[in-house]
């Protein structure tokens, strides 16, 4: 197989062109090369996606098997680069979320669930934000997710809607943030319940998938998450003291008083969050399709180690807003003991 990478330095685009090699494939790579290189098994073409004519010049380093776009973000530039690559690729494979539903991230979801609509051609400031609800980053997904359609027809063209995807090389720091702060040891403040369930899936596993869907020919669009039921906050948080082997308790406090406490969801206390759809997608599609997700313990050992081995800190803008602060999280405990002793 030969496969074409837009992206491919960092996260899942690494974790695409890492599992590509290993199967014995011929990988490009296409990036402004400003991360860090890596591989020399791996063909890479320099410049710039949003630069046309860089984008023209890609096209003639081909033909190839199969794109994977894990770098497109603005639905006129996915469909320009869609557009110039068609001719010269059999299957355009798009990395998207689970954004791009409306109803993400209050309600369960599954393929049928409605997406936000955005047009093909639309420019970066298109969408709005709201509070718990659509995204301007939904939209402008959802739009590339269109672009992508029509540039390659609906039977060349698949959609793998991710959810939180974690793993070694994560940048927006969700998983790293929870192993640094078990690894410090002590009383951690534990959000809701052990027993929520959670459906991060492995990049590596995301990678995997991107690949069966090339080798097997899938259209349409995936909902790419591990299954409903096959983890929980519980058992992620005593997996990340174990891979740590790190002297913490965890003190689980209730949703509502952590709410009460300002406390945020999602950034403060990382995959954390209220409401029911937010792990509760349906996966059946992409089960069928071949997904395959292993055990939330490997890949928060496999974090660690990762972690430990090459001494990342993440400085991508993200993870700058991840994590709560050692001083409020100390406060909030202490609220909760001192409501425990008033009610006792």
């Known amino acids: 197989m030969r496969l074409l990478v837009l992206g491919g330095t960092w996260f899942v685009g690494h974790a695409v062109v890492t599992t590509a090699i290993s199967a014995g494939w011929e990988v490009t790579t296409f990036n402004r090369g400003t991360s860090d290189p890596f591989l020399e098994a791996v063909r890479h073409v320099r410049g710039d996606r949003t630069r046309h004519a860089d984008v023209v010049a ?5 033909p190839w098997d199969a794109v994977v776009d894990t770098s497109g973000y603005v639905p006129r530039n996915v469909l320009d680069v869609a557009r110039a690559l068609a001719p010269v690729t059999h299957r355009y494979v798009f990395v998207s979320t689970l954004s791009v539903y409306r109803d993400w991230p209050v ?3 599954s393929e049928q669930s409605e997406v936000l609509y955005c047009p093909p051609d639309a420019g970066p400031d298109y969408g709005t934000d709201t509070e718990d609800g659509p995204t301007r980053y939904g939209y402008q997904k959802a739009g590339c997710e269109t672009a ?3 540039a390659f027809g609906a039977d060349r063209a698949t959609i793998l809607r991710a959810g939180v995807v974690l793993g070694p090389r994560e940048y927006v720091g969700r998983l790293p943030w929870w192993l640094g702060r078990v690894a410090a040891g002590g009383e951690v403040l534990a959000p809701g319940s052990p027993n929520r369930t959670v459906q991060p899936i492995d990049v590596r596993d995301l990678a995997a998938f991107a690949l069966r869907s090339i080798t097997d020919d899938l259209v349409g669009a995936f909902n790419v998450c591990a299954p409903v039921g096959g983890a929980t906050f519980g058992g992620l948080l005593a997996d990340c003291a174990h891979s740590t082997r790190a002297d913490a308790f965890f003190t689980w406090v209730l949703d509502d008083f952590l709410l009460a406490q300002g406390v945020r969801q999602w950034s403060e206390l990382p995959l954390w969050r209220t409401f029911d759809g937010v792990w509760n997608v349906d996966t ?4 069928a399709g071949g997904l395959r997700t292993r055990q939330l313990e490997l890949t928060i050992r496999d974090t660690w180690r990762w972690l430990v081995e090459s001494g990342s800190v993440s400085n991508h803008d993200r993870a700058a807003g991840i994590g709560i602060s050692l ?3 100390a406060q909030v405990l202490a609220a909760w003991h001192r409501s425990h002793k008033r009610s006792s």
């Open 58 to 62: 890609l096209a003639t380093a081909g």
């Open 107 to 109: 309600k369960p979801l």
């Open 284 to 287: 059946t599609a992409a089960q």
């Open 148 to 150: 992508a359609l029509a």
């Open 327 to 329: 001083e409020k999280e």
